[in-house]
C-alpha cells in the first residue's frame, strides 16, 4: 500500500490524472485507484477538479513537511490581505497558483464584486503552457527547469490561441519575462483572461499572483496596465518580508 502511495505521489506531480489513468499505471483497477485517491483526498495532500476529474497533488501539503521552507509554507496566510487589495483596487478577480508537475494549483482566491465574472475555486488546477500564472512562473524559474517542464507539457489543453508546442510555449515565456508578467487570451477558456506575475516570498519563487476576468473587461490595453500594477505591487510585497 505504501509503495502505491508513493508512486502515486510521483506520478502525480507529472501531471493531473483521472482514476482510470491512475489504475493503468499501477495496474490496478480503477476502483481499487478511486479508493486510493479519495484516501489521499480526505487528507489534503491530493485534491480533484470538479470539471476535467482528474486528480492533482497539493503542494502547500508537502510544503509543510519541509523545515527549510518555512517562507514557502507560510505563504498562502501572508500573501491573502495582498490579494484581498488588489481585488478591490483593480475591481477583478485575484488568484494565487503554485506549481505542481506542469500544472499551476489554486492556493488562494478573491471574487470579483462584478456580477459578470469568471468563477474560480481553491484547488482549481489549469496547465501552465494555457494559463497566464504558468507562464508567469515558467518566466521566472532557471533555464534547466524551465527546459525541463516544456519538454514534459502534453500541450493538449486550452482553446486554439493556446500555445501547442514546446516552441510557440517558449517564445510566450520568453516574452512574459521581457514584459514582466504573462497573459492569458482567452487561452485557457474563450472569452476569458488573465494577467499574472510571478510571486516571490523572502526572495524565494514561489508560484505566481493573477488577475482574471471576462474578456469583455478585459482587452489587451487594460491586462498591460494591470500587469504593471501587479509587477509593483508584488516587488513591494517582497520587499516587506524581508
Do not use: W
Not at 501539503?61 to 521552507?69: A, E, G, K, N, T
Not at 496566510?77 to 478591490?88: G, Q
Not at 514546446?166 to 508578467?181: H, I, Y
Amino acid at each position: 500500500m505504501i509503495s502505491r502511495i508513493i508512486r502515486t505521489f510521483e506520478l502525480l506531480t507529472k501531471e493531473p490524472l483521472t482514476a482510470a489513468e491512475l489504475a493503468r499505471e499501477l495496474d490496478i483497477n480503477r476502483s481499487t485507484a478511486l479508493r486510493l485517491l479519495a484516501e489521499l483526498t480526505e487528507t489534503g495532500y491530493v485534491t480533484r477538479d470538479a470539471a476535467t476529474k482528474r486528480f492533482t497533488l497539493v503542494p502547500s501539503q508537502f510544503l509543510d513537511l519541509v523545515p527549510q521552507r518555512e517562507s514557502v509554507s507560510e505563504s498562502p496566510a501572508s500573501i491573502t490581505p495582498v490579494l484581498a487589495e488588489i481585488r478591490d483596487h483593480t475591481g477583478e478577480a485575484t488568484i494565487l497558483g503554485v506549481p505542481s508537475g506542469t500544472t499551476m494549483v489554486y492556493l488562494a482566491y478573491y471574487s470579483t464584486f462584478h456580477a459578470v465574472a469568471v468563477v474560480e475555486q481553491l484547488g482549481t488546477v489549469r496547465p501552465m503552457h494555457c494559463s497566464a500564472l504558468g507562464k508567469a512562473y515558467l518566466s521566472a524559474v532557471d533555464p534547466t527547469t524551465q527546459q525541463g517542464l516544456l519538454r514534459r507539457m502534453s500541450y493538449r489543453e486550452g482553446t486554439e490561441h493556446a500555445a501547442h508546442s514546446e516552441t510557440d510555449l517558449r517564445s510566450r515565456v520568453r516574452q512574459a519575462r521581457r514584459d514582466g508578467f504573462a497573459l492569458d487570451l482567452d487561452e485557457t477558456f474563450d472569452a476569458c483572461r488573465c494577467v499574472a506575475v510571478p510571486l516571490y516570498i523572502k526572495g524565494s519563487l514561489i508560484g505566481a499572483v493573477g488577475i482574471s476576468g471576462p474578456s469583455s473587461r478585459l482587452p489587451e490595453s487594460r491586462m498591460r496596465e494591470l500587469g504593471a500594477y501587479l509587477t509593483t505591487k508584488l516587488a513591494e510585497t517582497d520587499r516587506l518580508f524581508i
